[in-house]
């Protein structure tokens, strides 16, 4: 039985977005830096999904939050 999680595009961008807000990861870094957070036999599926949503494991981790909301003026 296969106990792996499943990454869907919703739940890498949670993902992202709370490595982002916990100061561990840059906007500005690369989605392929979201590895070293991810267990390496499931990075594989976070990349087919990546790839299926159009993103580069080059792209920019902001471009993969896209629109966030500020409350704070």
């Given at each position: 039985?296969?106990t ?5 595009i919703e739940v890498?961008k ?5 490595l982002v ?6 906007r500005?870094?690369?989605?392929y830096a979201?590895?070293k957070y ?11 999904e990546?790839?299926?949503n159009?993103?580069l ?6 471009d993969?939050?896209g629109r ?6």
């Amino acid at each position: 039985m296969d106990t792996a999680v499943k990454y869907d595009i919703e739940v890498i961008k949670d993902e992202a977005r709370q490595l982002v807000n916990k100061g561990v990861v840059s906007r500005q870094a690369p989605i392929y830096a979201l590895c070293k957070y991810i267990p390496g036999r499931e990075w594989i599926c976070v990349e087919l999904e990546l790839e299926k949503n159009d993103f580069l494991l080059r792209d920019k981790i902001i471009d993969l939050l896209g629109r966030e909301d500020w409350y704070e003026d």
